[in-house]
């Protein structure tokens, strides 16, 4: 079976895993771990535990449950003040993480509940910020912070050094495609990339490095981003020619949620430069990728998924 190995976190990764899940795949997940906002940032502070959010996220987009358990699961107690907004999920995981010592011996057990359909790991068992730097030299400190900081962030570190996860390494050694998801680059996918060891892996290994690109820019983050400003700011760590596959949405967005994105959220539609890809050698496989849900615009994980397998299937022929 082809082994896959993606990079995430957070909304971008589990709407990914939701349609690749149902292939014949095997897929390890990489998550970030350094969320500090709502409520995984309190059960940070209070456990002292790297972010259980995404990851548990993550878990439930991969499980094979019933509508009941994924309810129960995204539960949240807003009517205690003691229970702080926690999801279930998150408890169950902090619990775990206190009785286990660690990730790896934690979600294991939280999988056997869910029945995953793949493997997930945390990048790094260490309790660790991101920290943004701006143009002008300033610390923002935390994800949170980075995301509403209203200065151009000229690049990413952690505030202290971290192991990465050895299983992480050895799964990229394996791979038969490393796939970074669409989502946040500044809190979702470059947080993976600072770590020069696992670059070193991830630029090395034989297998093609597929990027799924967002549908929509980020204010203060992608403003005016093209498909392929997306992959400069990645290879930006990974080095240049790194990504060599891109998945792109090729349809024009002109519903009234589009126009509320563009005039309420600053937020507009990737678009989608095939000849400078073209010019650059990366292999685009684009397709109508969007869907609405719950009135947002999501990757349509089924036939994203559809695309990805049989670039993998077919390669390059």
Do not use: W
């Amino acid at each position: 079976m082809k082994k896959i190995v993606i990079f995430g976190g957070g909304s971008g990764l589990s709407q990914l895993l939701k349609g690749l899940k149902l292939f014949p795949v095997e897929i390890t997940a990489v998550v970030t771990v350094a969320d500090n906002g709502s409520s995984t940032g309190k059960l940070r502070k209070e456990f002292n535990i790297p972010a259980v959010g995404d990851i548990s996220k993550v878990m439930l987009a991969m499980a094979d449950v019933d509508n009941d358990i994924t309810d129960l699961m995204n539960y949240r107690f807003k009517k205690d003040k003691h229970l702080d907004n926690h999801s279930v999920k998150n408890l169950l995981l902090t619990a775990l993480l206190d009785l286990k010592g660690n990730f790896a011996n934690a979600l294991p057990v939280l999988g056997k509940i869910l029945d995953l359909k793949g493997n997930i790991l945390p990048l790094t068992e260490d309790n660790v910020d991101l920290v943004g730097i701006t143009k002008d030299g300033k610390k923002i400190v935390g994800e949170v912070a980075v995301t509403k900081n209203h200065k151009q962030i000229d690049h990413l570190e952690y505030n202290k050094e971290f192991e990465v996860n050895p299983a992480v390494i050895d799964a990229v050694r394996k791979a038969d495609l490393i796939i970074f998801s669409s989502g946040s680059l500044f809190t979702s996918i470059i947080p993976h990339l600072i770590d020069k060891k696992l670059v070193r892996e991830i630029v090395k290994a034989k297998a093609d490095k597929l990027y799924v690109c967002n549908l929509f820019t980020q204010p203060k983050e992608t403003e005016n981003y093209k498909v392929s400003d997306h992959i400069d700011a990645i290879e930006r760590y990974l080095g240049k020619n790194t990504i060599n596959v891109v998945v792109a949405n090729n349809h024009v967005m002109s519903s009234a949620l589009a126009s509320k994105y563009a005039t309420h959220e600053q937020k507009d539609p990737v678009i989608l430069d095939s000849d400078v890809l073209a010019h650059r050698k990366i292999k685009v496989i684009s397709d109508k990728l969007y869907t609405i849900e719950d009135n947002y615009y999501r990757h349509d994980s089924l036939k994203v998924a559809y695309l990805i397998f049989s670039h993998l299937m077919d390669g390059n022929k």
